[in-house]
């Protein structure tokens, strides 16, 4: 049971993402909900995890899924009541599960009323909450443009001029120069503290801080002193995890935003190995090897050591299946699956598991229609209006859209693998009838059972979170392997990331000792089958 009073408790920690809409539905509506999570809290707690994160469950539209709320404070009657949030944080505390909100402070929906108050009129309070520029229809205030497509500037004739907006239309940006809006926003958080949850994660909170008149998203000047007056405001002192959004983040970045003294987060998501696959363009394939992988992880893990906190992650509802990506998600689905967890989850940080990860779970290649996600649909015309060929495009898309992450959570091989008694929001993947909770539960080697078992050695052996950080063989295109030195104890993680045997020799100080966990049995001399991965420790 985690002890969430204890100073840094989340550096042990092990932290479960949710996808509410996706996760399991209560009331046959096809949707996620609250009391369908309640319901889930046995199989988390087997699992081992500490904290939920929740994406957004707050009053919303839903046009970026929840990414776009309405009111912070309301709880959206899809998922349920704030009873139903009390409850859960309630009964998942009894289990030693803390609950983490998803706080999207960038932007609101363009249905929030400071939103429908600032179209009004420029006179009213509310205007100056949003990020404005007088113009012209048609004559834009400049040509930047917004990350789910089109320009980062909608004309609201009402007031003769646009407001930006980073994402989609229906998201228009805060204005934290005001410092009214970044008083309600503390506001509002502090309102959730005080309920109990246990921390927040902070979407794009690097972005906060734009000047779109310089073209400045990311990283504006002002940012620091705005994320730091946000910790003193809020939760400085008050123990909880936070993880703030940073896809502009580099290691000096990180080292500010996670530093041990607490003034900003506990840690920040950066996603330097995440792009890695691609051109910058998420659409872009571009091939990668392993060692440029090894090197960037490697880079992080000492850079951070001593000076700020790793959080780990290969998924989250962003992101394609990592299994379908970087491992194999056909013959050697359950090996590739736990071979990547493993070479995960022995590294610095606190490792985020994402739900259905631990099931190994897979992508889906739905059709255009069944396509959820306005992101990929959007691009889809994009690279149709290019000139991109119908099924290179759909290939494209399928690779990395963020539909991949969010097809219900597959409980059982029964209807609608057990998520639903009605008709499901999105469609399942056809695969739930092998693949689901249930049969992964019953077989002793499952995915279901690394995850347990990774979960409770990092409890266990103190190096798991203080030992820093050694990469072995650099070169090497198929094995990833590192050294982690610290409490007295020597932890050293050998996995063949690829469907190839390859040659590993055992470094003369653990021969003999006997491996803490081997996902293919008894490790052979010399050579890791494919896919791999084991973890030896020793005292020092
Ligand atoms: C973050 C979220 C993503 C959302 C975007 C805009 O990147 O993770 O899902 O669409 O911010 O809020
Ligand atoms: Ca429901």
Redesign the pocket.
């Known amino acids: 049971m985690m002890n969430f009073s204890k100073k840094d408790w989340w550096k042990q920690a092990v932290i479960y993402q949710i996808y509410p809409k996706s996760f399991q539905d209560s009331n046959g509506d096809g949707i996620g909900d609250l009391p369908g999570i309640l319901s889930r809290l046995d199989y988390l707690q087997k699992l081992g995890v500490d904290a939920l994160w929740l994406?957004p469950v707050f009053a919303s539209p839903q046009a970026?899924?929840g990414?776009?709320v309405a009111d912070y404070q309301a709880i959206d009657p899809m998922f349920g009541s704030l009873d139903d949030m009390r409850t859960l944080i309630r009964e998942a505390k009894a289990r030693g599960i803390g609950i983490l909100l998803d706080l999207?402070l960038?932007?609101t929906s363009d249905q929030h009323r400071w939103f429908q108050a600032a179209c009004q009129s420029r006179d009213n309070p509310c205007h100056d909450y949003y990020v404005w520029r007088d113009g012209e229809p048609g004559v834009l205030p400049n040509d930047m443009r917004a990350?789910?497509g089109g320009p980062a500037w909608t004309y609201v004739p009402a007031v003769g001029q646009y407001y930006f907006h980073q994402?989609a239309p229906q998201?228009p940006d805060l204005n934290w120069f005001n410092p009214a809006v970044r008083q309600e926003l503390y506001r509002m958080i502090r309102f959730w503290m005080e309920e109990g949850v246990e921390g927040f994660r902070l979407?794009?909170i690097d972005q906060v801080a734009k000047e779109p008149d310089r073209k400045i998203t990311a990283n504006g000047p002002h940012l620091m002193e705005f994320l730091r007056e946000l910790n003193r405001e809020t939760w400085g002192g008050a123990n909880l995890v936070t993880v703030g959004?940073a896809?502009g983040a580099n290691l000096d970045r990180a080292r500010q935003y996670s530093a041990p003294d607490g003034t900003v987060f506990s840690m920040v998501f950066q996603f330097e190995q995440m792009v890695l696959d691609h051109t910058g363009n998420k659409w872009e394939p571009k091939d990668f090897a392993l060692p440029q992988l090894k090197e960037s992880i490697a880079r992080w893990q000492k850079g951070l050591h001593g000076c700020g906190w790793n959080s780990l992650f290969w998924n989250?509802?962003?992101l394609p299946r990592i299994v379908s990506r970087w491992g194999d998600d056909g013959a050697h689905r359950v090996d590739s699956a736990k071979a990547l967890a493993v070479a995960l989850h022995g590294l610095q940080g606190t490792p985020y598991i994402y739900q259905g990860e631990e099931l190994g779970m897979t992508n889906v290649d739905f059709p255009l229609e069944d396509l959820r996600d306005l992101?990929s649909i959007n691009a889809y015309h994009e690279l149709i209006a290019k000139g991109e060929p119908e099924e290179l495009a759909m290939a494209h898309i399928h690779r990395m859209m963020?539909d991949n992450a969010r097809t219900p959570m597959q409980w059982t091989a029964g209807p609608n693998a057990g998520f639903t008694t009605g008709t499901p929001w999105m469609k399942l993947n056809p695969n739930h009838t092998q693949i689901n909770a249930e049969a992964a539960l019953a077989d002793p080697d499952s995915v279901f059972y690394t995850y347990q078992k990774l979960i409770a050695l990092r409890k266990e052996h103190p190096v798991f979170v203080e030992g820093d950080f050694t990469l072995l063989c650099p070169e090497d295109k198929q094995v990833f392997a590192y050294l982690r030195r610290g409490a007295g104890q020597e932890l050293l993680a050998a996995v063949n990331l690829s469907g190839q045997e390859a040659a590993f020799d055992l470094p003369e100080a653990f021969r003999g000792c006997t491996p803490l966990l081997a996902t293919q049995g008894a490790p052979r001399d010399g050579v890791l089958r494919p896919w791999e991965a084991v973890l030896w420790l020793r005292s020092l």
Request: glycine letters at 0%.
């Open positions: 994406c970026d899924n990414y776009d999207v960038n932007h990350a789910f994402f998201q979407d794009v959004e896809w989250n509802h962003d992101e963020r």
